[in-house]
């Protein structure tokens, strides 16, 4: 089992930043990833991010150049760091740990793809 917990969230001004943080205890998966979603009111989860452990990022096209992705692999944490928040952005994030992390870049943004998730953290961008 893996447990998985995010913090970080709150409510920031449109322009403003904010780093989510993604802890994971019990069972670690030495070739596996960690993705970032959101999920807004009245619509669907969808992917923001992911990380694997063994290097390798990839972004929705909705976040590119705004958000990054980096991992303390001795933690077992891994960061979503929010830069040029727009209002847009306001949702609750989860993070989602997978037990394998292949190199194709479309599976990551698949819910299904994932075995764990965390309880989510409420993030709130103001305009």
């Known amino acids: 089992q893996v447990q998985l917990v995010e913090s970080g969230g709150g409510l920031v001004q449109a322009g403003g930043s904010l780093r989510l943080s993604c802890a994971a205890s019990?069972?670690?998966?030495?070739?596996?990833?960690t993705g970032w979603f959101r999920q807004a009111p009245g619509k669907e989860r969808e992917f923001v991010g992911a990380s694997r452990r063994a290097g390798g990022t990839y972004y929705a096209d909705s976040v590119k150049g705004r958000f990054t992705i980096s991992r303390d692999n001795a933690k077992n944490t891994v960061y979503l760091q929010m830069n040029s928040l727009k209002s847009e952005d306001t949702a609750v994030y989860y993070c989602a740990a997978r037990s394998w992390a292949p190199l194709d870049s479309g599976s990551y943004a698949k819910t299904a793809e994932y075995d764990y998730w965390g309880q989510g953290t409420q993030v709130t961008v103001s305009s």
């Open positions: 019990g069972r670690t998966f030495s070739n596996g990833a």
